[in-house]
């Protein structure tokens, strides 16, 4: 199967990065970024542990669990005998709001460690689109209780069950890869640092191509591709799997490299589209465990009653815009993005309004049907209350 081996085989095939996409990073915790975590009730975490293994999850279990302690610090708790980041080594994070398609990101390292207690410097925050949720539906509750109702079996006592054949090769764990709409991807550059962003498609997006090795395909977007610049230069990396209606997590690690094989990307094709390119994961490592967070947080048991407050979470795309407008650099073509941006800031129903008619047309595109997308399903409507 072909590798790409390159950055600039990666930008040949998927497109460079779109410079907008860019300059909505920022290097500290701005008032909306604190308004997202201070409603967020769990995120996707990647780190490296005390072992030096490679590992995601998720972490919180109460709106509110990140504490910003400034600009560059944010801190919170892991539950008892969680495995430990290892000091000064890279951090990621993708912070998740219930019934918000659009995420934070924020990447930084581990400046201190007190007990369960982790403190991460901030060093990046920028909003990741919704294209991964919307692709998954991950927040549509009818198809959560469904996924309750035919909860995949897992092991509750934290053994780690493999078969002779692979880590995939375990029953259980090739069920819930089947059931899964969605995942947190983290890897890391050379240097260390890391990235964690989301996943989502159908359900079984995560593909078994033998008891070893996975597949994920990588549909069009913005063309950011943090994850296959990192791969390039390192190529481990681990991601967490959920189900919606279970408080189980697949943790997975080991070692990718980024294809595009075509005869690989057709069979992943929608509508008769394939993906661009694909990620493929030789799995070293694979373990469901019941996870605190999800329990805690009871986030697939939404209601009316229990949603954040309406006026609490900020519109996440008119705050990539702010975050946009503060970018000072990059010359003539970096000011007029600037200035398109802050004109669509001051109409922000407007602007909601073009960027879900855009993810409506992407999705089609794709070969989504229309009730993919957060507007249209009626399940989804009373989210664009909380905007």
Known sequence: MRKVMTAQQIEAIVGAPIPAVRM???????????????????AGFGFRDEQGGWRSTFVGGARGFAHVESPKRVRFELPARHPTPKSGSGASFVFLVPGIGEALRLNGSVAERRGGRIVVTVEEAFVHCARSILRSRLWEGPRARAAAAAEPPSPR???????????????????????????????????????????????????ILDHETLVIPDRRGNRRTDT?????????????AVVPGCDDVLHVSGTAYVTDDPALLSTMALAGKPP?????????????????????????????????DAGAVPDLMALATQHLALNKGGGAKAAMI?????????????????????????LTDEGYDRGATRADHPDNQREDRLR
């Open 228 to 240: 296959f610049h990192n791969v390039v230069t390192c190529d481990k990396v681990s991601l967490a």
């Open 338 to 362: 600037r200035l398109l941006g802050s004109g669509a800031g001051a109409f922000p129903r407007l602007l909601r309004w073009l960027i879900d008619l855009g993810y409506r047309k992407g």
């Open 276 to 308: 661009q390119a694909a990620l493929v994961i030789r799995v070293a490592r694979a373990e469901l465990l019941a996870n605190e967070a999800l329990q805690r947080s009871k986030i697939w048991q939404r209601s009316a009653d229990v949603d954040v």
């Open 24 to 42: 909505k990073q920022i290097g500290a915790l701005d008032d909306g970024c604190r308004r997202v975590l201070a409603s967020a009730p769990v």
């Open 157 to 207: 006592d934290g053994a780690r069950h493999e078969s002779e054949g692979g880590p995939l090769g375990d029953p259980s764990v090739a069920r819930f890869l089947a059931s899964s709409p969605f995942a947190v991807l983290s890897s890391w550059d050379a240097a260390g640092s890391g990235d964690t962003s989301p996943r989502g498609d159908f359900p079984g997006f995560l593909r």
